[in-house]
Nanobody, 124 residues
Framework: QLQLVESGGGLVQPGGSLRLSCAAS????????IGWFRQAPGQEREGVSC????????HYADSVKGRLTISRDNAKNTVYLQMNSLKPEDTAVYYC?????????????????WGQGTQVTVSS
C-alpha cells in the first residue's frame, strides 16, 4: 500500500517550535518532489513549502519564509518541516504530498499522493 504518514504535530505556545515528519511507505521518495500544505478551519488548503527530489531546491510561502525549513533524508525515505517562531495563525492541519513533477514555486502540483494530515495548534 502506497502512503505518506505525517507525525510531529501538537500543541505549542507562540514562539515555540515543532518538527513535522512525512514518512513514505510502499514506495521510495527519491524521485518525488515533496510539498507541505496546511488547512485552517474554514479555509482552503494552501501550499506552504516545496522541496525538489534531490533536496537541492526549496521554496517557501512568504508567510513562513525564515521560520519554516523543509528538508529531506532520502536514505530514511522521510521529509521534514522544521517550524520555528510559531504564531497562532500557523494553526492548521498540515499535510505532506508527493508529485513526480517539479515544484511549482512553493506549491506542489499535481499531487500524486497525500498524507492524512497532522494537527498543529499554536496557542497560549
Amino acid at each position: 500500500q502506497l502512503q505518506l504518514v505525517e507525525s510531529g504535530g501538537g500543541l505549542v505556545q507562540p514562539g515555540g517550535s515543532l518538527r513535522l515528519s512525512c514518512a513514505a511507505s510502499g514506495f521510495t521518495l527519491d524521485y518525488y518532489a515533496i510539498g507541505w500544505f496546511r488547512q485552517a478551519p474554514g479555509q482552503e488548503r494552501e501550499g506552504v513549502s516545496c522541496i525538489s527530489s534531490s533536496g537541492g531546491i526549496t521554496h517557501y510561502a512568504d508567510s513562513v519564509k525564515g521560520r519554516l525549513t523543509i528538508s529531506r533524508d532520502n536514505a530514511k525515505n522521510t521529509v521534514y518541516l522544521q517550524m520555528n517562531s510559531l504564531k497562532p495563525e500557523d494553526t492548521a492541519v498540515y499535510y505532506c504530498a508527493a508529485s513526480g513533477n517539479y515544484c511549482s514555486g512553493y506549491v506542489l502540483r499535481p499531487v500524486s499522493y497525500w498524507g492524512q494530515g497532522t494537527q498543529v495548534t499554536v496557542s497560549s
